[in-house]
Structure formats: structure tokens, C-alpha cells
């Protein structure tokens, strides 16, 4: 039973890894928003930026939107659109 219990563990481990990285772009970075640009970008959109970070190829913020609503999105560092929302 024990093992089962560990293969099962590892099994889920192994897929969180897998789901951590995420792909916004097949762009090369060259052709990437810059992240002052991209900032200056979401925040005209009306979204405040607590945290920003740059998971695999995405650019991900954690903030509010305009109607002042937690959000964590992941967007496409090429052209600024969003690519997931929570």
C-alpha cells in the first residue's frame, strides 16, 4: 500500500511540473514587449500590478483589475494579450 501511496505522490509531482511551465509565445525574446513597456501597457488597461513575474514565456501578474478584483493572468510578452485568467 505504501508504495502505491508513493507512486501515486510521485505521479502528481511529476505532472505539476510539467503544468508549471507555461507557453504564452514561440517568439524569441528579441521580439518580446519590454517590461517596462508591457507595464506601462496593463496599467493604462486599468490593472494595478502587486507582483510581476516571467514564468517560461509568459509575462504573469498578480494584482487587482479595473473593477478592483484579485487577478492572477498570464499574457503574451509579444503583444500584451491575455493568455489565462484566475
Do not use: H
Not at 44 to 69: L, R, S, V
Amino acid at each position: 500500500m505504501r508504495n502505491y501511496l508513493l507512486a501515486i505522490m510521485s505521479l502528481m509531482l511529476a505532472s505539476g511540473v510539467a503544468f508549471a511551465k507555461k507557453d504564452c509565445t514561440d517568439q524569441p525574446k528579441e521580439k518580446w514587449m519590454s517590461e517596462a513597456d508591457f507595464k506601462k501597457k496593463v496599467e493604462a488597461e486599468g490593472y494595478t500590478i502587486a507582483k510581476f513575474k516571467q514564468p517560461g514565456t509568459c509575462y504573469e501578474i498578480y494584482g487587482t483589475n479595473k473593477d478592483g478584483k484579485k487577478v492572477e493572468i498570464y499574457f503574451n510578452p509579444v503583444d500584451g494579450s491575455v493568455k489565462k485568467e484566475k
